[in-house]
């Protein structure tokens, strides 16, 4: 099985280059201005992270749940052979990885621990979110109604910003209905819940805003022999340009 296309991160990490955009609607005609604030860009960073985390957790679900299987099949083999007493010597192995496997599982899926307290984290996130949205949504609304000729860009921004929020918050509480075994067969955008984010992302941004510049923070050798996700690198760049960006 390839997680690769159900990542819960495809579904829900904002990629950098989105989440750091610069737009020209700042006070002055020729200065940039980030696009989303502080508490936005910590929010969506946490919800990268927990995104992989996820991956990670459900790839050490499908071993463990491969190892347990193959465990009972090559032990129904072996005891249904019982001339072969060399074959019968390997029963204790079996029994130890069928119970390193059962081990593993027991931690992911408990309550303290794993897939829930990460889904915890992440319904937090989306509560927050779901507030970034709401004022994003006044504020293009107050916009449009008070400037109509001049707020143009800033109110399709606000919007555009509000919408994204909307749907990584629906994406987390789908997330948590599907765990939850909860009925979903009532939604009719399922398609939509499980589009690569930054598809999503592409189509709201790609004719209003210029994406700021990638840039390399890491150095080659610290590349070379560190393995980080792609949501960690995307974090790590994040927080080093936050440091420099002024306060509000």
């Not at 347990?68 to 001339?83: A, F, P, T």
């Not at 029963?91 to 621990?113: G, R």
């Not at 107050?142 to 918050?169: F, G, N």
Request: glycine residues 2%.
């Amino acid at each position: 099985m390839n997680f690769s296309s159900c990542s819960i991160e495809s579904m829900l990490s904002i990629p950098t280059k989105f989440i750091l955009l610069k737009t020209q609607s700042g006070p002055t005609a020729n200065q940039l201005r980030y696009l989303f604030s502080r508490s936005e860009v910590s929010t969506l960073l946490q919800v990268s992270m927990l995104a992989s985390e996820m991956d990670v957790i459900l790839s050490l679900v499908f071993e463990a749940l491969d190892r347990s299987k193959k465990c009972k099949v090559y032990r129904q083999l072996i005891e249904s052979d019982r001339g072969n007493l060399y074959l019968r010597a390997l029963l204790p192995l079996l029994d130890v990885h069928a119970e390193t496997a059962a081990n593993a599982l027991n931690q992911v899926t408990s309550e303290s621990f794993g897939i829930h307290q990460i889904l915890m984290s992440l319904d937090a996130c989306a509560v927050e979110l779901k507030k970034f949205s709401e004022q994003n949504w006044n504020m293009a609304e107050q916009l449009s109604w008070m400037m109509p000729d001049q707020s143009h860009l800033l109110s399709s921004e606000k919007r555009a910003i509000a919408e994204l929020e909307d749907a990584v918050a629906e994406r987390i509480f789908h997330l948590r209905d599907i765990s939850t075994i909860q009925d979903t067969a009532g939604s009719n955008d399922n398609d939509n819940l499980f589009r690569p984010i930054d598809e999503f992302c592409s189509s709201l941004f790609s004719k209003m805003i210029m994406p700021m510049a990638p840039q390399k923070i890491f150095t080659e050798q610290s590349d070379a022999n560190t393995n980080y996700s792609t949501s960690q690198l995307n974090a790590a760049e994040a927080l080093k340009l936050l440091g420099d960006k002024p306060g509000p």
